[in-house]
């Protein structure tokens, strides 16, 4: 049974190079198909599905690397690192924010007042990491990353 | 890890996987004495994760044109990762709750009024709580890496890369 990870109709006894556009088409695809929901929402689902999907994307780049032409990957790389890390700091805080919450149902009755301090300063410091993360994606929105992306795959394959 | 890979643009994707992701899987296995000797260095065993989600992710990718020995290779390495994600989500998460605890005891030195001082005591708990958790999750991790050295996973891996061909 495929993997819910797995690239549809890849054959890979065919040429590296035709199997990475596909690889790197499918990736981009799914992991942008997640900015918009990463945006609108809040619940972090999207977020986590973005995340997870880009991280796959950066792993092909970074071990196919010798492929492409440096000066063509970098900067792509480059944007994709970026995206990677705001994701990953927002990400970081629900984790956080799952973990306390759920360790708060387990403390008697009693003063809690230190765990809610962490919990309101987390939720700070999530909102902050994320209005920055949505000011990025509305920036590769309008700058189509997503054309540029697939214009480099054409390009550099 | 700027390490760059032997790649042959003019092979197949199956003939370059046959030698990556062995060689994937022994930039991720090389670390595995450093971290199982030395349970408390994070950094160490942040790097063997690294190095182990470039394997998962790849074996992910390319599962499709493989056979069922390959599958349950790949559902092995990723229990082992989460397992490792959760140690790190431990690591990551400790020094922040120390931080909090101290900036609390600070806030409450300054009270002149006992009973409008916040009880650390949940911090305590769930600092002690996490650092119980980090040390199970870890013997863990240590044991299959223990199982994997002495049953030849690797080989595994190989054998599944030769074995079934799909698509």
Request: glycine share 4%; no cysteine; net charge neutral.
């Given at each position: 049974m495929a993997h819910p990870w797995s690239i549809e109709?890849?054959?890979?006894?065919?040429p590296l190079k035709a199997c990475l556009r596909k690889i790197l088409r499918m990736r981009f695809q799914k992991m942008w198909s997640h900015g918009a929901g990463t945006a609108e929402n809040s619940d972090g689902e999207s977020l986590h599905d973005m995340r997870v999907s880009a991280r796959r994307l950066q792993a092909v780049m970074r071990i196919f690397k010798g492929v492409f032409a440096k000066k063509k990957i970098k900067k792509q790389r480059e944007m994709l690192r970026t995206l990677i890390g705001q994701l990953g700091s927002v990400r970081e805080h629900d984790v956080f924010l799952e973990y306390l919450a759920e360790f708060k149902t387990t403390i008697?009755?009693?003063?809690t007042r230190a765990i809610d301090l962490v919990i309101a300063r987390e939720r700070n410091l999530r909102e902050a990491g994320r209005s920055a993360l949505v000011r990025h994606l509305r920036r590769l929105k309008r700058d189509e990353f997503d054309l540029e992306f697939a214009r480099f795959i054409r390009q550099a394959l | 890890m700027a390490r760059t890979w032997d790649i042959?643009?003019?092979?197949?994707l199956r003939e370059n996987i046959a030698v990556l992701l062995p060689a994937l899987y022994d930039e991720f296995f090389v670390m595995k004495r450093k971290v199982v000797g030395h349970p408390r260095m994070q950094k160490v065993l942040h790097e063997m994760r690294l190095r182990g989600k470039m394997v998962r992710y790849m074996m992910e990718t390319v599962d499709v044109g493989y056979g069922e020995e390959f599958g349950s290779c790949l559902e092995e390495f990723k229990r082992l990762l989460v397992l490792m994600g959760k140690i790190h989500d431990c690591d990551v998460q400790v020094p922040k709750l120390r931080g909090h605890l101290t900036e609390i005891r600070l806030l409450n030195k300054g009270?002149?009024?006992?009973?409008k001082r916040i009880s650390t005591q949940p911090l305590v708990q769930v600092v002690r709580q996490r650092r119980e958790q980090r040390r199970n999750l870890f013997n863990e991790v240590r044991g299959i890496l223990e199982r994997w050295e002495h049953e030849n996973f690797r080989a595994k891996i190989v054998r599944a890369l030769a074995g079934e061909h799909v698509n």
């Open positions: 109709h890849l054959a890979i006894d065919e008697p009755t009693g003063d | 042959k643009p003019r092979r197949s009270l002149t009024d006992r009973l």
